[in-house]
Protein backbone atom coordinates (compact mmCIF):
# COMPACT_ATOMS: atom_id res chain seq x y z
CA UNK A 1 0.00 0.00 0.00
CA UNK A 2 1.35 3.21 -0.68
CA UNK A 3 2.72 4.92 2.06
CA UNK A 4 1.30 8.03 1.85
CA UNK A 5 -2.62 6.71 1.35
CA UNK A 6 -1.85 4.25 5.02
CA UNK A 7 -0.85 7.75 6.68
CA UNK A 8 -3.68 9.85 5.61
CA UNK A 9 -6.17 6.52 6.34
CA UNK A 10 -4.35 6.66 9.76
CA UNK A 11 -5.04 10.11 10.33
CA UNK A 12 -8.35 9.95 9.30
CA UNK A 13 -8.63 6.99 12.09
CA UNK A 14 -6.98 9.52 14.50
CA UNK A 15 -8.77 12.28 14.39
CA UNK A 16 -12.28 10.80 13.36
CA UNK A 17 -11.67 8.90 17.31
CA UNK A 18 -11.53 11.83 18.83
CA UNK A 19 -13.84 13.78 16.98
CA UNK A 20 -16.24 10.81 18.42
CA UNK A 21 -15.40 9.99 21.27
CA UNK A 22 -17.44 12.54 23.59
CA UNK A 23 -20.57 11.32 21.67
CA UNK A 24 -20.09 7.46 23.43
CA UNK A 25 -21.01 6.71 27.12
CA UNK A 26 -24.10 7.50 28.80
CA UNK A 27 -25.73 10.27 28.73
CA UNK A 28 -24.29 11.04 25.41
CA UNK A 29 -26.27 13.83 24.27
CA UNK A 30 -25.72 16.01 27.56
CA UNK A 31 -23.35 18.87 25.81
CA UNK A 32 -21.96 19.41 29.89
CA UNK A 33 -20.66 15.94 29.86
CA UNK A 34 -19.47 16.32 26.15
CA UNK A 35 -17.78 19.07 27.08
CA UNK A 36 -16.31 17.40 30.11
CA UNK A 37 -15.19 14.03 28.07
CA UNK A 38 -13.08 16.23 25.42
CA UNK A 39 -10.63 16.94 27.82
CA UNK A 40 -10.27 13.04 28.59
CA UNK A 41 -9.86 12.09 25.07
CA UNK A 42 -7.48 14.91 24.20
CA UNK A 43 -5.29 13.52 27.33
CA UNK A 44 -5.64 10.01 25.80
CA UNK A 45 -4.93 11.43 22.18
CA UNK A 46 -1.52 12.92 22.72
CA UNK A 47 -0.27 9.82 25.48
CA UNK A 48 -1.27 7.21 22.91
CA UNK A 49 0.70 8.93 20.37
CA UNK A 50 4.27 10.04 22.74
CA UNK A 51 3.64 6.10 23.96
CA UNK A 52 3.52 4.57 20.64
CA UNK A 53 6.40 7.26 19.16
CA UNK A 54 8.46 6.39 22.32
CA UNK A 55 8.39 2.43 22.01
CA UNK A 56 9.31 3.34 18.35
CA UNK A 57 12.41 4.82 19.26
CA UNK A 58 12.76 2.10 22.11
CA UNK A 59 12.87 -0.44 19.21
CA UNK A 60 15.30 1.54 16.77
CA UNK A 61 17.74 2.44 19.59
CA UNK A 62 18.16 -1.09 21.26
CA UNK A 63 17.49 -2.87 18.73
CA UNK A 64 15.53 -5.22 20.19
CA UNK A 65 11.79 -5.92 18.68
CA UNK A 66 10.72 -6.07 22.34
CA UNK A 67 11.86 -3.08 23.38
CA UNK A 68 8.61 -1.08 25.25
CA UNK A 69 8.82 2.35 26.10
CA UNK A 70 8.53 0.87 30.15
CA UNK A 71 11.87 -1.65 29.30
CA UNK A 72 14.43 1.09 30.55
CA UNK A 73 13.19 1.44 33.90
CA UNK A 74 12.22 5.16 33.43
CA UNK A 75 8.56 4.46 33.26
CA UNK A 76 9.14 2.38 36.81
CA UNK A 77 10.72 5.13 38.11
CA UNK A 78 7.97 8.30 37.15
CA UNK A 79 5.36 5.46 38.94
CA UNK A 80 7.31 5.66 41.63
CA UNK A 81 7.91 9.46 42.15
CA UNK A 82 4.00 9.63 41.46
CA UNK A 83 2.91 6.58 43.34
CA UNK A 84 4.71 7.55 46.70
CA UNK A 85 2.88 11.16 46.58
CA UNK A 86 -0.71 8.79 45.84
CA UNK A 87 0.26 6.71 48.92
CA UNK A 88 1.46 9.14 51.35
CA UNK A 89 -1.00 12.67 50.64
CA UNK A 90 1.19 14.42 53.22
CA UNK A 91 4.01 14.75 50.67
CA UNK A 92 1.71 15.82 47.85
CA UNK A 93 0.85 19.31 49.23
CA UNK A 94 -0.86 20.72 45.49
CA UNK A 95 -1.96 18.75 42.23
CA UNK A 96 1.52 18.51 41.00
CA UNK A 97 3.43 17.21 43.09
CA UNK A 98 2.65 13.41 41.57
CA UNK A 99 4.01 14.30 38.02
CA UNK A 100 6.50 16.32 39.16
CA UNK A 101 8.48 13.87 41.92
CA UNK A 102 7.75 11.65 38.61
CA UNK A 103 9.24 13.42 36.40
CA UNK A 104 12.20 14.15 38.80
CA UNK A 105 12.79 10.69 39.64
CA UNK A 106 12.36 9.77 35.33
CA UNK A 107 15.21 12.55 34.59
CA UNK A 108 17.34 10.86 37.27
CA UNK A 109 17.10 7.56 35.90
CA UNK A 110 17.46 8.47 32.01
CA UNK A 111 21.03 10.59 33.51
CA UNK A 112 22.02 7.39 35.27
CA UNK A 113 20.93 5.50 32.05
CA UNK A 114 23.40 7.94 29.55
CA UNK A 115 25.99 8.50 32.65
CA UNK A 116 26.61 4.21 32.72
CA UNK A 117 25.48 3.97 29.16
CA UNK A 118 28.64 6.14 28.16
CA UNK A 119 31.19 3.26 29.36
CA UNK A 120 31.03 1.64 25.56
CA UNK A 121 27.74 -0.54 27.11
CA UNK A 122 26.21 -0.91 23.17
CA UNK A 123 22.34 -1.84 23.01
CA UNK A 124 22.25 -4.83 25.15
CA UNK A 125 24.51 -3.43 27.81
CA UNK A 126 21.78 -0.11 27.85
CA UNK A 127 19.09 -2.72 27.72
CA UNK A 128 20.49 -4.43 30.92
CA UNK A 129 21.14 -2.01 32.87
CA UNK A 130 17.73 -0.82 32.05
CA UNK A 131 16.28 -3.80 33.15
CA UNK A 132 18.09 -3.86 36.56
CA UNK A 133 16.79 -0.54 36.74
CA UNK A 134 12.98 -1.58 36.36
CA UNK A 135 13.22 -4.25 38.66
CA UNK A 136 14.79 -1.80 41.20
CA UNK A 137 11.71 0.66 41.14
CA UNK A 138 9.66 -2.47 40.83
CA UNK A 139 10.72 -3.49 44.24
CA UNK A 140 10.74 0.18 45.62
CA UNK A 141 7.30 0.78 44.24
CA UNK A 142 6.17 -2.81 46.68
CA UNK A 143 7.68 -1.17 49.39
CA UNK A 144 5.16 2.19 48.70
CA UNK A 145 2.39 -0.21 48.48
CA UNK A 146 3.35 -2.44 51.43
CA UNK A 147 3.83 0.89 53.65
CA UNK A 148 0.85 2.53 52.20
CA UNK A 149 -2.20 3.40 54.44
CA UNK A 150 -5.03 0.83 53.49
CA UNK A 151 -7.97 3.73 52.53
CA UNK A 152 -4.97 4.53 49.93
CA UNK A 153 -4.59 1.18 47.79
CA UNK A 154 -7.87 1.31 45.78
CA UNK A 155 -6.62 4.54 44.20
CA UNK A 156 -2.83 3.10 43.65
CA UNK A 157 -4.30 -0.07 41.90
CA UNK A 158 -6.57 1.71 39.97
CA UNK A 159 -3.68 4.13 38.70
CA UNK A 160 -1.18 1.58 38.76
CA UNK A 161 -3.56 -0.18 35.76
CA UNK A 162 -2.97 2.61 33.78
CA UNK A 163 -5.79 5.07 33.49
CA UNK A 164 -7.07 8.39 31.85
CA UNK A 165 -9.24 10.34 34.16
CA UNK A 166 -9.39 13.95 33.68
CA UNK A 167 -12.37 16.75 33.20
CA UNK A 168 -9.45 19.66 32.46
CA UNK A 169 -7.04 19.91 30.16
CA UNK A 170 -4.14 20.92 32.11
CA UNK A 171 -2.32 17.41 32.00
CA UNK A 172 -3.21 17.13 28.08
CA UNK A 173 -1.32 20.21 27.37
CA UNK A 174 1.78 18.89 30.02
CA UNK A 175 2.02 16.15 27.57
CA UNK A 176 1.09 17.86 24.64
CA UNK A 177 4.19 19.91 25.37
CA UNK A 178 6.42 17.55 25.80
CA UNK A 179 5.82 15.41 22.95
CA UNK A 180 6.16 18.64 20.71
CA UNK A 181 9.35 19.12 21.89
CA UNK A 182 10.82 16.07 22.03
CA UNK A 183 9.02 14.88 18.56
CA UNK A 184 10.90 18.00 16.70
CA UNK A 185 14.37 16.80 18.10
CA UNK A 186 13.50 13.42 17.25
CA UNK A 187 12.17 14.62 13.21
CA UNK A 188 15.37 16.02 12.96
CA UNK A 189 17.33 12.88 13.67
CA UNK A 190 15.02 10.54 11.72
CA UNK A 191 17.66 10.10 8.59
CA UNK A 192 20.04 9.15 11.48
CA UNK A 193 17.73 6.44 12.77
CA UNK A 194 17.42 5.05 9.56
CA UNK A 195 21.11 4.19 8.99
CA UNK A 196 21.24 2.91 12.95
CA UNK A 197 18.19 1.20 12.92
CA UNK A 198 19.86 -0.76 9.61
CA UNK A 199 23.24 -1.39 11.22
CA UNK A 200 25.29 0.46 14.08
CA UNK A 201 28.92 -0.24 12.14
CA UNK A 202 27.15 1.76 8.95
CA UNK A 203 25.67 4.18 10.48
CA UNK A 204 28.91 5.03 12.40
CA UNK A 205 30.72 4.47 8.73
CA UNK A 206 28.63 7.26 6.92
CA UNK A 207 28.77 9.36 9.76
CA UNK A 208 26.40 9.29 12.48
CA UNK A 209 27.85 10.24 15.99
CA UNK A 210 26.36 6.82 17.33
CA UNK A 211 26.64 7.92 20.92
CA UNK A 212 25.24 11.31 20.29
CA UNK A 213 22.03 9.32 19.05
CA UNK A 214 22.03 6.95 21.51
CA UNK A 215 21.74 10.06 24.39
CA UNK A 216 19.14 12.64 22.39
CA UNK A 217 16.75 9.11 21.64
CA UNK A 218 16.81 8.33 25.04
CA UNK A 219 16.33 11.61 26.63
CA UNK A 220 13.58 11.96 24.12
CA UNK A 221 11.79 8.43 24.29
CA UNK A 222 12.20 8.69 28.26
CA UNK A 223 10.87 11.99 28.10
CA UNK A 224 7.66 11.68 26.24
CA UNK A 225 7.12 8.23 28.56
CA UNK A 226 7.61 10.07 31.64
CA UNK A 227 5.12 12.44 30.83
CA UNK A 228 2.62 9.95 29.96
CA UNK A 229 3.33 8.07 33.28
CA UNK A 230 2.94 10.74 35.37
CA UNK A 231 -0.77 12.00 34.16
CA UNK A 232 -2.14 8.36 33.62
CA UNK A 233 0.26 5.64 34.84
CA UNK A 234 1.75 3.26 32.89
CA UNK A 235 -0.54 2.17 29.93
CA UNK A 236 0.50 -1.24 28.66
CA UNK A 237 1.21 -2.36 24.73
CA UNK A 238 0.50 0.29 22.98
CA UNK A 239 4.78 1.17 22.76
CA UNK A 240 5.12 -2.42 21.62
CA UNK A 241 1.98 -3.07 19.80
CA UNK A 242 1.69 0.14 16.97
CA UNK A 243 5.11 0.26 15.47
CA UNK A 244 4.96 -3.66 14.98
CA UNK A 245 1.43 -3.38 13.13
CA UNK A 246 3.00 -0.62 11.01
CA UNK A 247 6.23 -2.33 10.30
CA UNK A 248 4.94 -4.86 7.64
CA UNK A 249 3.16 -2.02 5.60
CA UNK A 250 5.63 1.07 6.23
CA UNK A 251 9.47 -0.69 6.60
CA UNK A 252 11.88 0.89 8.66
CA UNK A 253 11.49 4.72 7.13
CA UNK A 254 11.16 6.68 10.39
CA UNK A 255 9.97 9.48 7.99
CA UNK A 256 6.83 7.85 7.34
CA UNK A 257 7.13 5.41 10.58
CA UNK A 258 7.25 8.49 13.32
CA UNK A 259 3.67 10.38 12.27
CA UNK A 260 2.42 6.68 11.38
CA UNK A 261 2.88 5.68 14.85
CA UNK A 262 1.80 8.80 16.65
CA UNK A 263 -1.74 8.35 14.44
CA UNK A 264 -1.99 5.14 15.24
CA UNK A 265 -1.10 5.26 18.73
CA UNK A 266 -3.03 8.07 19.49
CA UNK A 267 -5.92 7.01 17.52
CA UNK A 268 -5.75 3.59 19.09
CA UNK A 269 -5.69 4.90 22.95
CA UNK A 270 -8.60 7.29 22.38
CA UNK A 271 -10.50 4.17 21.15
CA UNK A 272 -9.60 2.31 24.14
CA UNK A 273 -10.17 4.88 26.33
CA UNK A 274 -13.82 5.66 25.11
CA UNK A 275 -14.35 1.95 24.93
CA UNK A 276 -13.29 1.49 28.85
CA UNK A 277 -15.43 4.04 30.24
CA UNK A 278 -18.54 2.78 27.49
CA UNK A 279 -18.67 -1.13 28.25
CA UNK A 280 -21.38 -1.81 30.66
CA UNK A 281 -20.44 -4.54 32.79
CA UNK A 282 -23.64 -6.12 35.01
CA UNK A 283 -25.62 -3.38 33.01
CA UNK A 284 -23.89 -0.25 34.58
CA UNK A 285 -21.06 1.85 33.60
CA UNK A 286 -17.59 0.04 34.48
CA UNK A 287 -14.95 3.34 33.70
CA UNK A 288 -12.35 -0.04 33.39
CA UNK A 289 -8.46 1.46 33.45
CA UNK A 290 -7.66 1.68 29.93
CA UNK A 291 -4.44 0.07 30.55
CA UNK A 292 -6.58 -3.21 30.91
CA UNK A 293 -8.44 -2.77 27.99
CA UNK A 294 -5.14 -1.65 25.91
CA UNK A 295 -3.45 -5.14 27.20
CA UNK A 296 -6.62 -7.02 26.51
CA UNK A 297 -6.89 -5.71 22.72
CA UNK A 298 -3.14 -5.41 22.04
CA UNK A 299 -1.95 -8.96 23.74
CA UNK A 300 -4.28 -10.69 20.86
CA UNK A 301 -3.43 -8.34 18.28
CA UNK A 302 0.10 -8.27 19.12
CA UNK A 303 -0.09 -12.20 18.88
CA UNK A 304 -1.40 -12.36 15.91
CA UNK A 305 1.36 -9.62 14.21
CA UNK A 306 4.17 -12.26 15.60
CA UNK A 307 2.75 -15.28 13.93
CA UNK A 308 2.15 -13.95 10.65
CA UNK A 309 5.91 -12.98 10.78
CA UNK A 310 7.28 -15.77 12.00
CA UNK A 311 5.27 -17.33 8.72
CA UNK A 312 6.93 -15.38 6.07
CA UNK A 313 10.67 -15.24 7.65
CA UNK A 314 12.44 -18.49 6.68
CA UNK A 315 13.93 -20.66 9.53
CA UNK B 1 48.10 17.61 -8.16
CA UNK B 2 45.75 14.00 -7.95
CA UNK B 3 43.46 13.89 -4.99
CA UNK B 4 44.16 11.32 -2.07
CA UNK B 5 43.34 9.82 1.42
CA UNK B 6 46.80 9.77 3.25
CA UNK B 7 47.48 8.86 6.86
CA UNK B 8 50.74 9.47 7.65
CA UNK B 9 52.84 7.82 11.24
CA UNK B 10 49.88 6.44 12.21
CA UNK B 11 49.55 4.91 15.46
CA UNK B 12 46.67 2.95 16.91
CA UNK B 13 46.61 0.79 20.06
CA UNK B 14 44.35 -0.67 22.27
CA UNK B 15 46.34 -1.14 25.14
CA UNK B 16 49.75 0.91 25.31
CA UNK B 17 51.76 -2.84 25.51
CA UNK B 18 50.16 -3.85 22.13
CA UNK B 19 50.37 -0.96 19.39
CA UNK B 20 48.12 -2.19 16.06
CA UNK B 21 49.39 0.26 14.18
CA UNK B 22 52.91 1.92 14.77
CA UNK B 23 54.32 4.65 12.82
CA UNK B 24 52.58 3.36 9.75
CA UNK B 25 52.38 5.72 6.55
CA UNK B 26 49.70 4.99 3.71
CA UNK B 27 48.14 6.72 0.30
CA UNK B 28 45.08 5.86 -1.03
CA UNK B 29 45.62 8.07 -4.87
CA UNK B 30 42.02 8.59 -7.01
CA UNK B 31 41.30 6.32 -9.67
CA UNK B 32 43.62 3.52 -7.86
CA UNK B 33 42.58 0.08 -6.50
CA UNK B 34 44.87 -0.68 -3.76
CA UNK B 35 44.76 -4.00 -1.82
CA UNK B 36 45.84 -4.15 1.74
CA UNK B 37 46.92 -7.63 2.64
CA UNK B 38 48.81 -9.38 5.23
CA UNK B 39 48.52 -12.15 7.76
CA UNK B 40 45.96 -12.46 10.45
CA UNK B 41 46.15 -10.12 13.04
CA UNK B 42 48.54 -7.69 11.14
CA UNK B 43 45.99 -4.61 11.45
CA UNK B 44 44.76 -4.55 8.51
CA UNK B 45 41.04 -3.85 9.53
CA UNK B 46 42.25 -1.67 12.26
CA UNK B 47 44.18 0.61 9.63
CA UNK B 48 40.71 0.69 7.31
CA UNK B 49 38.67 1.81 10.92
CA UNK B 50 41.61 4.63 11.33
CA UNK B 51 41.29 5.56 7.45
CA UNK B 52 37.77 6.04 8.16
CA UNK B 53 37.93 8.44 11.32
CA UNK B 54 36.49 5.34 13.07
CA UNK B 55 38.82 4.63 16.13
CA UNK B 56 40.44 7.66 17.63
CA UNK B 57 43.35 8.72 16.23
CA UNK B 58 45.65 11.98 15.95
CA UNK B 59 43.50 14.66 14.02
CA UNK B 60 46.52 15.45 11.70
CA UNK B 61 47.31 11.58 10.93
CA UNK B 62 44.36 11.38 8.52
CA UNK B 63 44.29 13.52 5.72
CA UNK B 64 41.14 12.98 3.08
CA UNK B 65 39.86 16.31 1.28
CA UNK B 66 36.71 14.37 0.08
CA UNK B 67 34.01 11.84 1.40
CA UNK B 68 34.89 8.66 2.64
CA UNK B 69 33.02 5.11 2.49
CA UNK B 70 33.32 2.34 4.38
CA UNK B 71 32.08 -1.17 4.36
CA UNK B 72 33.04 -2.94 7.35
CA UNK B 73 33.91 -6.70 7.80
CA UNK B 74 31.62 -7.91 9.85
CA UNK B 75 27.86 -6.43 10.46
CA UNK B 76 24.95 -7.48 12.05
CA UNK B 77 22.24 -6.08 9.56
CA UNK B 78 18.66 -5.69 10.10
CA UNK B 79 17.39 -8.35 8.23
CA UNK B 80 13.88 -7.00 8.04
CA UNK B 81 14.85 -4.48 5.24
CA UNK B 82 14.44 -5.04 1.78
CA UNK B 83 17.27 -4.71 -0.04
CA UNK B 84 15.75 -1.45 -2.51
CA UNK B 85 15.89 -0.20 1.58
CA UNK B 86 19.65 -0.89 1.99
CA UNK B 87 20.41 0.37 -1.56
CA UNK B 88 18.50 3.63 -0.74
CA UNK B 89 20.07 4.29 2.89
CA UNK B 90 23.43 4.52 0.84
CA UNK B 91 22.15 6.37 -1.78
CA UNK B 92 20.46 9.51 0.79
CA UNK B 93 24.06 10.53 0.98
CA UNK B 94 24.76 11.17 -2.26
CA UNK B 95 22.37 13.24 -4.84
CA UNK B 96 21.50 11.29 -8.46
CA UNK B 97 22.80 7.97 -7.86
CA UNK B 98 21.31 5.73 -10.22
CA UNK B 99 20.18 3.28 -8.09
CA UNK B 100 18.33 0.49 -11.00
CA UNK B 101 21.66 0.60 -12.85
CA UNK B 102 23.83 0.27 -9.63
CA UNK B 103 21.31 -3.06 -9.14
CA UNK B 104 22.23 -4.22 -12.51
CA UNK B 105 25.97 -3.76 -12.67
CA UNK B 106 25.96 -6.23 -9.29
CA UNK B 107 23.27 -8.16 -10.88
CA UNK B 108 21.06 -8.07 -7.74
CA UNK B 109 18.05 -6.06 -9.33
CA UNK B 110 15.87 -9.09 -9.72
CA UNK B 111 16.82 -9.27 -5.73
CA UNK B 112 15.06 -5.53 -4.92
CA UNK B 113 12.14 -6.85 -2.98
CA UNK B 114 12.94 -9.45 -1.00
CA UNK B 115 14.39 -9.15 2.74
CA UNK B 116 18.19 -9.26 3.76
CA UNK B 117 16.94 -12.57 5.77
CA UNK B 118 15.66 -14.45 2.43
CA UNK B 119 19.20 -14.11 0.86
CA UNK B 120 22.36 -16.36 0.27
CA UNK B 121 25.85 -15.07 1.92
CA UNK B 122 26.91 -14.09 -1.41
CA UNK B 123 23.68 -12.20 -2.45
CA UNK B 124 23.65 -9.89 0.54
CA UNK B 125 27.84 -9.41 0.30
CA UNK B 126 27.03 -7.94 -2.87
CA UNK B 127 23.98 -5.82 -1.71
CA UNK B 128 25.64 -4.03 0.64
CA UNK B 129 28.66 -3.50 -1.88
CA UNK B 130 26.13 -1.86 -3.93
CA UNK B 131 24.96 0.04 -0.94
CA UNK B 132 28.11 1.50 -0.05
CA UNK B 133 28.79 2.34 -3.84
CA UNK B 134 25.56 4.15 -3.98
CA UNK B 135 27.25 6.39 -1.55
CA UNK B 136 29.09 7.70 -4.49
CA UNK B 137 32.27 8.45 -2.73
CA UNK B 138 35.54 9.50 -3.69
CA UNK B 139 37.41 7.25 -1.63
CA UNK B 140 36.38 3.51 -0.88
CA UNK B 141 37.05 1.45 1.49
CA UNK B 142 35.98 -2.12 1.60
CA UNK B 143 37.18 -4.98 4.37
CA UNK B 144 37.20 -8.17 2.64
CA UNK B 145 33.80 -7.06 0.51
CA UNK B 146 34.22 -10.71 -1.70
CA UNK B 147 34.60 -12.80 1.15
CA UNK B 148 31.28 -15.18 1.04
CA UNK B 149 31.56 -14.85 -3.30
CA UNK B 150 32.52 -17.51 -5.43
CA UNK B 151 35.17 -16.81 -8.00
CA UNK B 152 32.82 -16.24 -10.20
CA UNK B 153 31.14 -13.24 -8.54
CA UNK B 154 34.73 -12.12 -7.31
CA UNK B 155 35.70 -11.70 -10.71
CA UNK B 156 32.59 -9.74 -11.71
CA UNK B 157 33.19 -7.73 -8.64
CA UNK B 158 36.60 -6.65 -9.04
CA UNK B 159 35.78 -5.79 -13.09
CA UNK B 160 33.32 -3.77 -11.40
CA UNK B 161 35.45 -1.41 -9.11
CA UNK B 162 37.90 -1.15 -11.48
CA UNK B 163 35.26 0.32 -13.68
CA UNK B 164 34.42 3.10 -10.71
CA UNK B 165 37.70 3.29 -10.34
CA UNK B 166 38.38 4.30 -13.82
CA UNK B 167 36.02 7.19 -13.02
CA UNK B 168 38.26 8.41 -10.76
CA UNK B 169 37.25 6.95 -7.30
CA UNK B 170 39.94 5.18 -5.29
CA UNK B 171 39.20 1.90 -3.72
CA UNK B 172 41.16 0.72 -0.75
CA UNK B 173 40.34 -3.69 -0.22
CA UNK B 174 40.99 -5.82 2.57
CA UNK B 175 42.00 -9.26 1.04
CA UNK B 176 42.88 -12.51 1.52
CA UNK B 177 42.94 -13.35 -1.77
CA UNK B 178 46.66 -12.96 -3.32
CA UNK B 179 45.69 -14.09 -6.77
CA UNK B 180 42.97 -12.18 -6.99
CA UNK B 181 45.27 -8.85 -5.84
CA UNK B 182 47.62 -10.12 -8.34
CA UNK B 183 45.12 -9.66 -10.69
CA UNK B 184 43.45 -6.56 -9.97
CA UNK B 185 45.62 -4.70 -8.12
CA UNK B 186 47.05 -1.08 -9.21
CA UNK B 187 49.07 -1.06 -5.87
CA UNK B 188 49.28 -3.57 -2.52
CA UNK B 189 50.65 -2.66 0.87
CA UNK B 190 51.58 -5.05 2.68
CA UNK B 191 51.09 -5.43 6.24
CA UNK B 192 52.95 -6.88 8.88
CA UNK B 193 54.02 -5.87 12.39
CA UNK B 194 52.05 -3.34 12.78
CA UNK B 195 53.34 -1.19 9.50
CA UNK B 196 53.59 -1.73 6.07
CA UNK B 197 56.89 -3.03 5.34
CA UNK B 198 56.53 -3.28 1.62
CA UNK B 199 54.45 -1.02 -0.90
CA UNK B 200 53.74 -1.21 -4.70
CA UNK B 201 52.89 -3.05 -8.04
CA UNK B 202 51.71 -6.73 -7.81
CA UNK B 203 55.05 -7.98 -9.48
CA UNK B 204 57.09 -6.33 -6.40
CA UNK B 205 55.06 -6.91 -3.79
CA UNK B 206 54.17 -10.54 -4.38
CA UNK B 207 57.71 -12.69 -4.24
CA UNK B 208 58.94 -15.07 -2.34
CA UNK B 209 61.00 -13.34 0.13
CA UNK B 210 58.25 -11.35 0.82
CA UNK B 211 55.78 -13.82 1.62
CA UNK B 212 58.45 -16.08 3.78
CA UNK B 213 58.78 -12.92 5.96
CA UNK B 214 54.87 -13.37 6.42
CA UNK B 215 53.86 -16.99 6.14
CA UNK B 216 57.05 -18.80 6.37
CA UNK B 217 57.91 -21.61 3.67
CA UNK B 218 53.76 -22.58 3.71
CA UNK B 219 53.41 -20.92 0.20
CA UNK B 220 55.43 -20.81 -2.80
CA UNK B 221 54.92 -17.86 -5.63
CA UNK B 222 55.21 -18.92 -9.60
CA UNK B 223 54.76 -16.46 -12.31
CA UNK B 224 52.18 -17.04 -15.29
CA UNK B 225 52.56 -14.77 -17.99
CA UNK B 226 54.94 -12.24 -15.60
CA UNK B 227 51.53 -12.21 -12.73
CA UNK B 228 52.57 -13.70 -9.15
CA UNK B 229 50.46 -16.75 -8.65
CA UNK B 230 50.44 -18.17 -5.55
CA UNK B 231 50.60 -21.63 -4.65
CA UNK B 232 50.47 -23.50 -1.35
CA UNK B 233 53.80 -25.27 -1.09
CA UNK B 234 54.30 -28.74 -1.79
CA UNK B 235 54.50 -31.11 2.17
Known amino acids: ?315 | MRMSLRAEHLCFAYTAEQPILNNLSFELQAGELHFIVGANGSGKSTLLQCLAQLLPVAANTVFSESRVAYLPQTIAPCQDFSVLQVIELGAQLAEGCDIKGLMGQLKIDHLAQRTLSQLSGGERQRVLVAAVLAEQPKFLLLDEPSSSLDIHHQVELFRLLKTFCSKGVGIAVVCHDWNIASRYADRISLVHNSTIIKCGKPQEVITSENLQQLFGSSVVVTRLQQTPVVMPAHE
Open chain 1, 1 to 315: MNKLLLLALLAAFSIATIWMAPHFGAAEYSEQIRALRLPRATLAWFSGGALAVAGLLMQTLLRNDLATPFTLGVASSASFGAFVCFAFPAIAATIWAPPLLGFICAIATIALIIKLGSSNLGPNGILLVGITINFVFGAALMIVRHLAPPYRMTKLEHWLMGSIETSSYEPAWVVATVALLCLTIIWMKRHDLDQYSFDIKVAQARGVNVTKLMNVGLITSGLLTAAVVTQCGPIAFIGLLVPHALRPFIGHSHKYMLPACWLLGSGFLVFADTLSRSLLVFGRSSDIPVGIITALVGGPAFLLIVLRKSKKTPH
